[in-house]
């Protein structure tokens, strides 16, 4: 016990502070230190982390409290810190004048869509990438593996007119057909299934199981890592996306929720709290997400920055 | 979910099938030979042309469809005039000899360029800084993890309008506490001077946690033996950071700082919801440029020009990280083959973490 702290504390200390608050270059090992009174009561490393976290979570918390402050708080000037008690007024504004509810039912909707789409037809395709060798199955995985480099922006202006050309412009499925299926939950699952061993595949093969018995039955159940990954970032994509909506919507009606909340500004100047309340609503729902699974949403963001 | 407990089973018939059984030839005649080895893989079965494309057939067309078909569509455009409503006409590359003298054009690849040259340092330095931090035995450790990651999952518009309100000149937080502090208030992202820097460090705060915790994850893999052996050599900390680290630590590095370069070249939606590209054009990146024209201005052609240099430029980019990423397998394939039977952890860096 004692030699795991002192070891893990020592190098700790010894450790370089990149941020350049130490100037002594190790000059001594770490070994010196081991016999070091403590002079704090905790590693010295929170007096450099606990500011920065701090000034992480303000804006956060500044979001939280303006949402329940009212607006002649807000309005005055210098205006106040903390609220001087809970105003619900920002939420009741949000939810009575404002298309807020529709906005959010159709994020709701564009999104557990587009998550469920993804995850069918991704699997579907990875996995005949993966095991199936047929005609034109080489050329169409460079292909698509082709596609993942082309920015959005080069896509975009086409991608509209085709949109407008099957008349699905201002309609939430001009926001659900353009990522039906993204050649990245394509190319994820795949990998993801050639990793997994063929022997289990085999003998179901063997037992006459169909292709897709063997996806449903055998392959899927196993790759629940790889499935959460895809939601995952499906989600996080498709519910905070602003540039798509933008573009593809113009009634408010079909609003999501970035893109009411993006021209709630103009339209309601000043009214802070009403906006801030929003930002709650839109949040909260990728925050709870986040913390309700945190593992996986770690794994996946750093997983989906290795796919090169 | 209900699904579960039938692999297991499979799992466990799966070996004893493939030696005892099947020379038991109990699963009958189809289990013959190599035969039953070989499905998952070869062309056996007729018709698994015919079930292929029923698997890949939806994406195929989605992706061929709103991918494929749009890059060449837009380079179609780009030589034309097209306002998106009525058919365009053919102008030749009138709309790239346009853009290079446009002077909007050209501060919109300044203004892109300044903030991609701050943004993408500041945010992987920081990132390591903070990662090496936070990897280290100390209480707390997850609860600094959450709040520098969280911003990361804010969509831009709710930092973008958070911030506008956090940095209001007449009612925001920055100010109060300047005026507190008995400081000057600042325009921020009123004041030409300031808009980028300010969206520089809005993008700080919400991009930092990325790369804090890729770097969280690649430092796992830092080889333990190697940072024991290197300090009974006697390597102090520095020494263990530069020469151990840090080289560990590189294919990460490279790989955040193109992932970060490109996710910054594409600023558009943080944008859009603070400054609309104001003020006087301080703050109109590459992105909003061509938004703009298309489907501001109408003139979607200039846009799509504008969309095709940006493309090339990505990549570009996008072909450098594979190189980058072919000569580090490379590397590491010889690595791994001149220490066979070694450690048995040996590094294979994040990319193991690839699925």
Redesign the interface.
């Known amino acids: 016990m004692t030699a795991?702290?002192t070891a893990?504390g020592g190098?700790?200390r010894?450790?370089?502070?990149?941020?350049g608050t130490t100037g002594t270059?190790?000059?001594?090992?770490?070994r010196r230190r081991r016999g070091r009174i403590r002079l704090l009561p905790?590693?010295p490393?929170?007096l450099?982390?606990a500011p920065?976290?701090l000034l992480?979570?303000i804006?956060?918390v500044?979001?939280l409290l303006?949402s329940v402050m009212s607006n002649a708080e807000?309005?005055r000037?210098?205006?106040a810190?903390w609220p001087s008690g809970i105003d619900l007024g920002g939420y009741r504004f949000v939810f009575n004048n404002a298309g807020f509810p529709r906005w959010f039912l159709n994020s709701v909707i564009v999104s557990l869509v587009t998550v469920a789409t993804n995850l069918v037809?991704?699997s579907?395709?990875g996995?005949?990438?993966a095991?199936?060798?047929?005609?034109?199955?080489r050329v169409?995985l460079v292909?698509?593996l082709a596609?993942m480099?082309?920015?959005?922006?080069?896509?975009?202006?086409?991608?509209?007119?085709?949109m407008?050309w099957l008349g699905l412009i201002d309609t939430l499925g001009a926001l659900i057909?353009?990522s039906?299926?993204?050649?990245f939950a394509?190319f994820?699952l795949r990998?993801?299934f050639l990793?997994l061993p063929?022997?289990?595949?085999?003998?179901?093969?063997?037992?006459?199981c169909t292709?897709m018995r063997?996806l449903?039955?055998?392959v899927?159940?196993?790759s629940r890592?790889?499935l959460s990954?895809v939601a995952v970032l499906t989600f996080?994509a498709t519910?905070?996306?602003?540039?798509w909506p933008?573009?593809a919507i113009h009634h408010e009606s079909q609003y999501t929720l970035?893109?009411g909340?993006?021209t709630?500004?103009g339209k309601h100047l000043?009214q802070?709290s009403a906006?801030?309340a929003g930002?709650v609503i839109?949040?909260l729902p990728?925050?709870l997400a986040?913390?309700g699974a945190?593992k996986a949403?770690?794994?996946s963001?750093?997983?989906s920055?290795?796919?090169? | 979910m209900p699904?579960?407990p039938?692999?297991i089973t499979?799992?466990d018939?799966?070996?004893r099938?493939?030696a005892g059984a099947r020379a038991a030839g109990r699963?009958g005649p189809?289990?013959g030979g190599h035969r039953?080895?070989r499905?998952?893989?070869?062309?056996l079965r007729r018709g698994?042309?015919i079930?292929?494309?029923a698997?890949?057939a939806?994406?195929?067309v989605?992706?061929?469809?709103?991918?494929?078909?749009?890059?060449g569509?837009?380079l179609l455009?780009s030589f034309q005039a097209n306002d998106?409503v009525t058919p365009g006409h053919w102008v030749g590359l009138a709309n790239y000899e346009a853009l290079v003298t446009d002077p909007a054009f050209g501060q919109a690849v300044r203004n892109t360029l300044v903030y991609t040259a701050l943004y993408v340092p500041l945010s992987v330095?920081l990132g390591?800084?903070?990662a090496?931090?936070?990897n280290?035995?100390?209480?707390?450790v997850g609860?600094?993890r959450?709040?520098?990651?969280?911003?990361?999952?804010?969509?831009?518009?709710?930092q973008?309008?958070?911030?506008?309100?956090?940095l209001d000149p007449?009612?925001?937080?920055a100010?109060?506490?300047l005026?507190?502090l008995g400081l000057e208030p600042q325009g921020f992202l009123t004041d030409p001077n300031q808009a980028l820097l300010s969206l520089v460090g809005i993008t700080l705060?919400s991009g930092t946690?990325?790369c804090v915790?890729?770097y969280l994850?690649a430092l796992q893999d830092v080889p333990v033996s190697l940072v024991e052996a290197a300090?009974l050599d006697?390597a102090?900390?520095?020494?263990?950071?530069w020469h151990i680290t840090l080289p560990t630590l590189r294919p990460v590095t490279v790989?955040?700082v193109l992932?970060q370069l490109?996710t910054s070249l594409?600023v558009?939606?943080l944008v859009?919801?603070t400054t609309k590209g104001g003020p006087l054009g301080a703050t109109t990146v590459i992105?909003y440029f061509?938004?703009e024209q298309?489907?501001k201005n109408f003139t979607?052609g200039y846009?799509?020009a504008a969309?095709?240099v940006?493309?090339v430029a990505?990549?570009t980019i996008?072909i450098a990280?594979?190189l980058v990423?072919r000569r580090q397998e490379a590397l590491e394939n010889r690595l791994a083959a001149g220490r066979i039977g070694g450690s048995g952890g040996g590094p294979e860096p994040?990319?193991g973490?690839?699925?």
Not at chain 1, 149 to 162: H, K, R, S
């Open positions: 795991t702290t893990g190098a700790g010894g450790r370089p502070d990149v941020t270059t190790g000059a001594a090992g770490p905790f590693s490393w929170h450099l982390l920065l976290a992480f979570a804006p956060l500044w979001l303006s807000i309005n000037f210098p205006p810190l037809l991704g579907l395709a996995y005949a990438f095991r199936m060798r047929f005609f034109g199955s169409l292909l698509m596609t480099a082309i920015p959005f922006q080069l896509t975009m202006i086409p991608t509209f007119l085709i407008k057909v353009p039906l299926v993204t050649p394509v994820l990998q993801f990793s063929r022997e289990l595949e085999e003998a179901a093969w063997i037992d006459g292709r063997v449903l039955r055998i899927l159940p196993l890592p790889a990954t996080l519910w905070n996306d602003l540039t933008l573009i970035q893109l909340l993006a709630f500004q000043t802070w906006l801030m930002n839109t949040v990728v925050l986040f913390l945190q949403f770690v794994r963001i750093t997983s920055g290795l796919k090169g | 699904g579960l039938k692999p499979v799992a018939a799966g070996p099938r493939a699963s189809r289990a039953s080895a499905p998952p893989g070869g062309r698994e042309t079930a292929g494309w698997f890949i939806p994406a195929v989605v992706i061929i469809g709103l991918a494929i078909v749009p890059v569509w837009s455009l998106l330095a390591l800084a903070l090496l931090a936070l280290r035995r100390i209480r707390l609860l600094y959450v709040l520098f990651f969280v911003p990361f999952v804010i969509s831009a518009t709710v973008g309008t958070l911030f506008a309100f956090v007449q009612f925001g937080a100010n109060s506490v005026h507190a705060w946690g990325f915790v890729v994850a300090r006697g102090g900390p520095w020494r263990l950071l790989f955040l992932w490109i594409q558009f939606d859009y919801v992105v061509i938004w298309a489907f979607a846009g799509a969309a095709y940006l493309a990505l990549l996008a990280q594979r990423r994040v990319t973490g690839r699925s």
